[in-house]
């Protein structure tokens, strides 16, 4: 689940002009980004180059991944909004410069400097992918919660 929702995104989701998770014409991307990255703390980024240090990963195989299958639905349950997606892979991925910390959620436009960060995962442990396949698997309840109060 995301550990950091960026307040851009989210004020520009409720006046109505930002990123509809479950619109198939809002390219949502995934970036893998390395333990010196400041994307974790800053949370009032409203663009990918404003980050201080982005520090993505550059190791062999690694593109930024569109988001398969995205969808959002009430859990009424739990009395949130949820944004799920497939699992994503990158094959045969090769380790960076130091190794990855979280994988970082956009709304891709042309380039960083009109692409909206939207969301920060953190993984449970730094990983190394050294040349395997590395899976991020989506909790099945989700990436994103949104609740009420929270």
Known sequence: MASLIFNPWMLDTVDGTGVNLAEAGDDVRAALVMTNTTADTEEETALMNAFTTLDETAG???VRKALANQAVA???TN?????????ITWSSLGNGARDLQGMLLLKHVND???SIPIAFIEFSANQSPGGSDFTVSIDAEGAIHIK???
């Open 60 to 62: 062999s195989g690694y």
């Open 74 to 76: 009430i859990d009424t």
């Open 79 to 87: 009395d949130r909004i949820e944004f799920d997606f497939d699992d």
């Open 112 to 114: 960083d400097t009109d």
């Open 148 to 150: 009420q109060g929270a």
